[in-house]
């Protein structure tokens, strides 16, 4: 593992099974103290928005590089953060405001919310836990599985129900506070290019967005996390139907994966400014008029799989060859001969596309990737290559459902 | 009779049916669970599940068999 290899000092946490190392908060904390760490970042997954980890870490005396405890506990609860962001001024999805503990509630619950909707788990998010439900019978049909599915995966069976709002894009601010009471947004990212409601493509800014919808968005990003108080890195996720309304989605009380477009188009290290808000200093920038944003980047996550059918393909990384271009940012988490383990998340690596015009920065990419060449392991570059020459990409006009109808023309093989 | 082969490395989330049920083609007899991703697995032939080789929370290799149908 290269990032391994960069590491000043490196320990093994335990077995390969997260619940045998990654998930194991008192061996980390534990760790931690032992080789005298002032603080720990928790990444994206994992541990991250896990309350009880950070109150561990904070006992031990050991700073958490994020926000406090109690508001990632709040966030972590969607049926909470609803309320909490109704109560703000923050526009949500009609739905339900507590838990549905049966299916007969369900039933009852649904007619006023109107079908589609979806079904959620209270505690999941990225993607996870939920499932769109046509009717009456697709109800019934997934009640007692996605309850179950959530207990499995959060320990917590809570799920309630939510419109399905259709032809939408999924826009997402980020947003930065401090512990003096600045609180400031980044700008937005478009991750509306998604498969099984996980990201694949993520571009900074939005295309297709007027600009005073692109205000308010901000504007409520901002409400959202001062209503919580909100300390070091967020990201404040929106649904935006066709007629330019927007919902609350949910928010991710951690950096994302995505940072990555931000950091371009802003100039800033977002990892930095986390850092620097967790050793108690002000934010770097809390001038909002002086955060503006300049070029256009595109973020594109590689997958360990088929092209086809999105499934995962484990193996080891025979090729791993990027090719060569100027103001591309490659944050991988492999080299060559490295093996891609079923334990974690397919994603190998983030490619960053960087260019003063969208139109430039999707030219860029289109030679970029043909020139990536991996073997021994499947990847989703093949299906990036046709999609983004697609009329819907191009035009910037893509919704969260345009995977549902794209197929890759020919079986790519590379 | 036919095995039900694991088609990737993973844990075995659920376990569908049981020994001595019938299956048609194409049902997902069992789920996967590899790289935070469910992956279905269906029985190729119809016929009667004679062996079960895993539990739930197992972990799997490509080409292990999960499974027996006899037609």
């Known amino acids: 593992m290269p990032f391994v290899k960069e590491a000043d000092e490196a320990f093994l946490l335990g077995n390969a099974p997260v619940k045998e190392s990654y998930l194991k908060a008192d061996d980390i904390v534990q760790l931690a103290v032992q080789t005298g760490a002032d603080a720990i970042h928790p990444g994206y997954g994992l541990l991250s928005e896990k309350a009880d980890f950070v109150r561990k870490i904070e006992k031990a005396g050991i700073r958490f590089i994020g926000p406090d405890a109690a508001t990632i506990e709040k966030m972590g609860d969607k049926i909470g953060s609803r309320v909490t962001m109704q109560q703000a001024g923050v526009p949500v999805i009609p739905g339900t405001d507590k838990g549905v503990g049966t299916l007969e509630e369900a039933l009852q619950s649904a007619p006023s919310i109107g079908y589609p909707l979806m079904l959620k788990a209270s505690a999941g998010g990225g993607g996870i836990g939920m499932v769109r439900c046509e009717n009456e019978q697709a109800l019934s049909q997934h009640f007692n599985s996605v309850k179950a599915r959530a207990k499995a995966y959060f320990g917590d069976d809570v799920v309630f129900l939510e419109k399905f709002i259709a032809d939408a894009r999924h826009i997402e601010v980020q947003i930065f506070g401090d512990h003096y009471g600045n609180i400031v947004h980044l700008h937005e990212r478009n991750c509306s290019v998604q498969r099984r409601n996980q990201k694949v493509i993520e571009e900074a800014p939005s295309p297709r967005l007027a600009d005073d919808v692109r205000g308010r968005l901000h504007e409520a990003a901002v409400r959202a996390a001062k209503a919580v108080n909100y300390k070091n890195a967020g990201t404040v996720e929106f649904i935006v139907d066709e007629n330019d309304e927007f919902y609350f989605l949910e928010m991710n009380t951690r950096l994302q994966v995505e940072h990555p477009v931000t950091e371009k188009v802003m100039g800033y290290d977002l990892v930095e400014w986390q850092i620097e808000v967790a050793k108690g200093n002000q934010l770097p920038e809390s001038d909002q008029s002086k955060m503006g944003v300049n070029g256009h980047a595109i973020e594109y996550r590689i997958y360990a799989e088929d092209p086809v059918k999105f499934l995962p393909s484990p193996g080891i990384i025979q090729r791993l060859d990027w090719g060569q271009l100027d103001d591309v940012r490659i944050d991988s988490g492999y080299v060559e001969g490295g093996r891609v383990t079923p334990f974690y998340d397919p994603l190998i690596a983030k490619v960053i596309v960087y260019a003063s015009t969208r139109e430039e920065a999707i030219d860029k990419s289109r030679e970029f990737l043909t020139n990536v060449k991996v073997e021994g392991i499947k990847t989703n570059v093949p299906f990036f290559n046709q999609f983004i020459q697609t009329d819907e990409f191009i035009s910037g006009k893509y919704t969260t459902n345009v995977l549902n109808h794209f197929q890759l023309t020919a079986k790519g093989e590379i | ?71």
């Open chain 2, 1 to 71: 009779m036919a095995a039900v082969k694991s088609t990737m490395a993973g844990t075995v989330f659920t376990v569908n049916v049981a020994v001595g049920e019938e299956v048609s083609v194409g049902q997902v007899v069992l789920v996967l669970e590899s790289m935070k991703m469910e992956i279905p697995i269906e029985a190729d032939i119809a016929g009667k599940v004679s062996a079960i080789n895993v539990q739930v929370g197992d972990f799997v290799n490509e080409e292990d068999t999960l499974l027996t149908i006899e037609s």
